[in-house]
């Protein structure tokens, strides 16, 4: 460092001083592992801020950097791993302002500073860059405004992918190894709680050494084994016995101290890491934990309004604790919300008096134990962790309940099963659903003025069995927030839920006020990177309304203008499902856990010649396509294996519409349909849908291809399975003969294009505008205003429709005016464009005239 690079530096750290990084909150000469590198290399920043204390990863603001060799985006993406969003790089004659991105480049230099102005410039930056503005810019879970351009959102994000794929095996490695190990020299698997107390305490004690906690400060290199478990002990005032092998718990403190430095680590994310590790898929399944992921913890204690609650009533309840996710984001939540001046002794004190979680397993209890001491390292234990179990009775649960009645915030992943028959005898159960008993619980137990946070099934929406819950939270609250989450943001439990949040208590209003917030399948990484919804829909319900149903549905507009219409039930003379057998014929696989055909029952009820008893039918809606028949095969009606005889005499001679039972994809295009004239039996996975005199199958079809249908589908019903109820709701189009006529004719074209052996390019290109006509028919026939119109087919923007090739957007992105698709896919406006007409002129050649133009 030169003499110029030394008074600039002095210059940045002196603004950083003054907008208030002073004590700890500013490390000069700060070192760190760089987890963006597969060997992790030590980095050293010559300056790093940090918002609060302990320091880490998580709360690094600035980093100030001098150009030495290195410069620009090739030094800048040195220290992604640190975690700032901005750094200072210090040149000779002038210091350069960056924002810190995944992948740093010349574009990402915000402002270039003189050395005589940068001093100033920083403090004119006081309102946006103090630690406090910043921790709030980082923190992607907090609603409100927030400074969006200030830091790369996916920063974080990578960074913990990163320290979770090589901390994750490397503590699994170290579980793996001293359990190998005791077995090896003892004869005998150690006991669990053992082992898991000696890694956590020699975890805890690296740490500690890593962050110089006063105690801890005299180790160096490897150090002894009994030495640093002595004073992990003593410092956390726990004498429960670990793994007493010498030689194993030699071996978990050198693999400890080889593999990393935790130096600049979240709490937050050891916690996490920490969780995955010491459960096990096979633990997972005994015990039935599903834990909540960390973001979404951190989302709902977020959007709760916990900084409206006096700060001495903010005590937080977690029923059904497991691991302790929501309370370790509860007192992370707390901790933002604290004073500045309260000193780490006086936090923790503040933290144990006011969160309290309760479980039945001590597996989980002893887990989230852990958790919380790592989440607010380096204090000690006293953590209210209490083995009771929420469903017994008050007398039973004397801790439960008295927490309860005294919580302001209840946060809670209950189990989504219902109790079994001996579970029923021995509870005074509310519901036979474990969601909606814990549910009503709380809702009956915590004070008027208490906000809480639940995961609960999507079927908390619309269920029946939930409607005494919907009763209770319109009772209870005049602010409710919704989020409907896919089956994959549970990791380790494949459902669809619903976060449940009761953020503002009833006062006067009549009314509740729903948001309810919609992730998509394909969105479901931006939701827990940067928690964006697909949509976002609001509505204001009262009671009654809310005892039917507590969602809102996408494009609600819509809906409301074709509420006046007939219905598919209106029309249809019946609308049944499929054949059913009385003996399975599919299984869960015992290896993949997915649906597999039993052969010994398919060769009873399948056949693909004709047999005596068997009539030409259709089993699999598997690979389903509009209008397209799919594979046909002949199937069993033998009076001796059926299951409803009534199916069995339907009129299945004459002409329906036939749709699938189960969705075909996540995304809006659910159903697919086709016309059958040649009286095919269905198995149970279709439903058959017979037209009343003046419809025919081939314009219901049409219509349940459509748009329309697949958005009332994707809207009013998110599960898997479609309701013959749900199908008798679509509204339908106002279609005279000529229309269906034309339908008829369109569908006979397509279908026949489509059943080439050949398919060409200009082909595809005709069939692509074969069904673009037959939706067009179809959206004219509801007469929507272009804009809810417009509305309706940008929902189904970059989703894949059930047809064998790319069908591509309705209308450009860029397109801005709100035309009906009929009018926009007309000749008659596409000789109207600007193009179009440009290209009747004749072409100018003329160099000068050109000239001129250009000029212009």
Not at 346 to 364: N, S
Not at 445 to 456: C, K, Q, Y
Request: proline residues 7%; glycine residues 6%; contains cysteine.
């Amino acid at each position: 460092m030169n003499g110029s690079q030394r008074r600039n530096f002095e210059a940045v750290l002196a603004g950083l001083q003054r907008i208030g990084f002073r004590g700890d909150l500013l490390r000069p000469d700060y070192k760190f592992h760089d987890w963006f590198q597969p060997d992790r290399p030590v980095r050293r920043a010559d300056a790093a801020t940090f918002g609060q204390t302990p320091v880490s990863y998580d709360n690094a603001c600035f980093v100030v950097l001098i150009a030495n060799g290195r410069s620009g985006p090739e030094l800048i993406s040195q220290y992604r791993s640190l975690g700032a969003p901005r750094a200072f790089e210090i040149r000779d004659d002038q210091i350069l302002h960056w924002k810190v991105t995944t992948s740093p480049s010349e574009r990402d230099v915000q402002e270039t500073f003189e050395p005589q102005a940068v001093k100033a410039a920083i403090i004119s930056h006081k309102d946006d860059w103090n630690p406090q503005s910043v921790l709030r810019a980082k923190n992607i879970a907090a609603p409100g405004p927030r400074q969006l351009d200030f830091i790369d959102l996916g920063l974080i994000p990578a960074l913990e992918q990163h320290i979770r794929d090589k901390l994750g095996p490397l503590l699994q490695k170290i579980f793996h190894a001293a359990k190998n190990e005791y077995k090896r020299r003892l004869r005998v698997a150690p006991p669990w709680d053992e082992l898991c107390r000696l890694v956590f305490r020699v975890l805890a004690g690296k740490i500690m050494v890593d962050r110089a906690v006063h105690g801890f400060r005299s180790f160096s290199g490897v150090p002894d084994a009994d030495d640093l478990l002595a004073s992990v002990e003593h410092h956390y005032q726990d004498s429960k016995p670990v793994t007493d092998d010498p030689y194993v718990r030699s071996l978990v403190v050198r693999e400890m101290w080889e593999n990393v430095s935790f130096e600049n680590l979240s709490v937050e994310v050891l916690a996490d890491i920490w969780e995955n590790t010491l459960v096990s898929d096979e633990v997972r399944k005994r015990l039935s934990i599903h834990a909540t992921p960390p973001n979404v913890a951190r989302y709902v204690v977020n959007h709760l309004p916990i900084e409206t609650i006096p700060q001495e009533d903010r005590r937080v309840v977690e029923p059904c604790c497991g691991s302790g996710t929501f309370l370790v984001a509860a007192l992370q939540r707390l901790r933002e919300l604290l004073p500045s001046d309260m000193d780490g002794q006086q936090r923790h004190e503040y933290f144990v008096q006011r969160l309290a979680g309760f479980d039945i397993e001590t597996f989980g209890l002893e887990v989230a134990r852990s958790s919380l001491m790592l989440a607010d390292f380096p204090n000690p234990n006293g953590w209210v962790l209490e083995r009771e179990d929420v469903f017994e009775s008050p007398q039973k649960t004397p801790k439960f309940t008295e927490s309860l009645s005294a919580a302001r915030v209840v946060l809670c992943n209950p189990p989504f099963g219902d109790f079994d028959e001996g579970e029923r005898q021995r509870y005074k159960w509310q519901s036979v659903h474990k969601p909606v008993d814990l549910l009503l619980r709380v809702l009956r137990s915590i004070g008027r003025n208490g906000v809480l946070g639940f995961v609960l099934p999507r079927v908390v929406l619309d269920g029946r069995g939930y409607r005494g819950a919907r009763e209770t939270i319109a009772e209870r609250f005049e602010e409710v927030e919704l989020v409907s989450l896919p089956d994959r943001v549970f990791e380790h439990a494949q459902h669809e839920t619903v976060l449940l949040l009761g953020c503002q208590p009833r006062r006067s209003s009549p009314c509740v006020c729903l948001n309810h917030r919609k992730v998509a399948d394909a969105d479901t990484s931006a939701f827990l990177t940067r928690y964006e919804a697909t949509r976002e829909d609001r509505a204001q319900r009262v009671k009654a309304e809310i005892a039917r149903s507590i969602a809102v549905p996408d494009l609600q507009e819509m809906w409301k203008y074709l509420s006046e219409c007939l219905t598919l039930g209106d029309i249809a003379a019946q609308i049944h499902r499929g054949i059913e057998w009385n003996i399975p014929l599919y299984r869960k696989g015992i290896a993949s856990g997915k649906k597999e055909i039993i052969p010994e029952n398919a060769r009873l009820l399948i056949s693909d010649e004709p047999r005596p008893g068997f009539k030409r039918g259709i089993r699999s809606a598997q690979g389903m396509k509009c209008f397209q028949t799919p594979p046909i095969c002949y199937v069993c009606t033998m009076p001796k294996y059926r299951r409803i005889n009534k199916v069995y005499g339907l009129p299945w001679d004459q002409p329906k519409a036939i749709v699938n039972k189960n969705r075909l994809s996540r995304g809006p295009w659910r159903i697919a349909a086709f016309a059958d004239h040649s009286g095919l039996v269905y198995y149970q996975s279709f439903i058959a849908i017979w037209p009343r005199s003046g419809w025919s199958a081939t314009s219901i079809a049409a219509i349940l291809n459509s748009p329309v249908a697949n958005a009332f589908i994707a809207s009013q019903l998110p599960e898997r399975n479609i309701k013959r109820e749900t199908l008798k709701r679509i509204p339908m189009p106002v279609l005279g003969a000529t229309e269906q006529e034309r339908i008829q004719s369109l569908m006979d074209d397509y279908t026949r294009r489509e059943s080439s052996l050949h398919p060409c390019e200009e082909n595809i290109v005709i069939s692509r505008g074969i069904l673009r006509q037959i939706d067009a028919l179809v959206l004219k026939g509801y007469r929507l205003p272009p804009r809810l119109e417009r509305q309706l087919l940008d929902y189904f923007r970059g989703h894949k429709r059930p047809i064998p090739f790319d069908f591509g957007d309705y209308y450009p992105a860029d397109f801005k005016p709100y035309i009906p698709l009929w009018m926009y896919d007309s000749e008659k406006f596409r000789n109207s464009t600007a193009q179009r007409f440009l290209e009747g002129f004749p072409k100018i050649n003329d160099p000068d005239v050109l000239e001129v133009l250009a000029d212009l």
